[in-house]
């Protein structure tokens, strides 16, 4: 069961109940017995553990180091060029 938080408008007593999911929360009443309360939103918790969740951890190779970026067409093209030229005769 989800733990809903509220504040009483009356006493500013911010208390916490559980209630479940389909349960009618216009009936709630503080601690000291007032009936004017509100809900009290807030962010959730989450925690993000583990590899995957940065830009550095994409793309990671089995060793554990990032992976560089991968060549362009042209430099690769530029590579097979300059290495399948024969060598000059001398």
Do not use: W
Request: charge should be positive; charged fraction near 20%; proline fraction near 7%.
């Amino acid at each position: 069961m989800p733990a809903y938080t509220f504040r009483c408008r009356v006493c500013g007593e911010v208390f916490t109940r559980r209630y479940s999911f389909h349960a009618d929360l216009t009936a709630v009443t503080c601690p000291h017995g007032h009936h004017e309360v509100e809900r009290v939103f807030a962010p959730p918790a989450v925690v993000f553990k583990g590899s995957g969740f940065y830009i550095t951890d994409h793309g990671r190779s089995g060793n554990g180091r990032a992976s560089r970026p991968a060549e362009g067409k042209a430099a690769v093209r530029e590579k097979a060029a300059s290495t399948s030229q024969p060598a000059a005769a001398s």
